[in-house]
């Protein structure tokens, strides 16, 4: 079946603008997870779901980092009034049924701030 | 806090063994995963320990030992395509968060 898949894949944004990151979970699992990743470091926890509710984000970086997955499947992640430092890629995972299966990454978005 | 370290890069020849250390501190322990990274490519699972001991998994293995905070990774008969960076990442859940926490990766050169 199909992975885990992310749209865009590459997004170029003015420092100021508004973005929008979507993702595309396995059918049917319940987790779902959003990281950024900088270049050379390892991915950096941003919020979790299970199905739609947010169950934690204490990873987003400020109030301008708002994750939501209104029908527990599709998920977007949008960052308000971008920043240079905001430049990463964002990669999405999802995960099945009980906490000790592994987490399936999306290809990630590349998202760079001029 | 919550620390996982692990060493920046190493290199091996093809056809030999090379084993990837993770010492890890967090606040609680629920699980110790591995993942492989190639460039630009996205994470994928390789490993999962929860016990202490040795899994194995074909050319890989992973061990944890959860007194001393510490797990590697072992890969053996190195192939050119396993240069990659090697993720460590626990799930700590112990203070009833969700996250999983990730090392910032070894990066791995296999030589000829």
């Known amino acids: 079946g199909a992975g885990v898949s992310q749209s865009p894949r590459y997004k170029v944004a003015k420092r100021g603008q508004d973005v929008a990151l979507r993702c595309d979970p396995i059918?049917?699992?319940?987790?779902l997870f959003w990281y950024q990743q900088a270049l050379g470091q390892g991915p950096e926890f941003l919020t979790y779901f299970q199905n739609e509710a947010q169950l934690d984000k204490s990873g987003l970086p400020s109030d301008r980092f708002f994750a939501e997955r209104p029908e527990g499947s599709v998920s977007t992640l949008k960052i308000q009034r971008t920043q240079q430092e905001d430049s990463a890629v964002y990669l999405c995972a999802s995960r099945g049924q009980g906490e000790y299966n592994e987490q399936f990454f999306g290809p990630g978005t590349r998202l760079t701030v001029l | 806090g919550q620390n996982i370290d692990q060493p920046t890069e190493m290199t091996a020849t093809e056809g030999a063994i090379v084993q990837i250390n993770c010492t890890y501190q967090?606040?609680?322990?629920?699980?110790l995963f591995w993942y492989q990274q190639h460039a630009g490519e996205a994470p994928t699972f390789l490993s999962y320990?929860?016990?202490?001991g040795l899994e194995e998994k074909g050319r890989f293995s992973s061990f944890l030992s959860r007194s001393k905070g510490y797990s590697y990774l072992l890969l053996k008969e190195l192939q050119m395509k396993d240069s990659a960076s090697y993720l460590c990442a626990v799930s700590p859940r112990g203070d009833g968060g969700f996250k999983t926490i990730f090392g910032a990766g070894t990066r791995l050169f296999v030589k000829a």
């Open positions: 059918s049917g699992h319940v987790s």
């Open positions: 967090t606040s609680g322990f629920n699980g």
């Open positions: 320990n929860v016990l202490d």
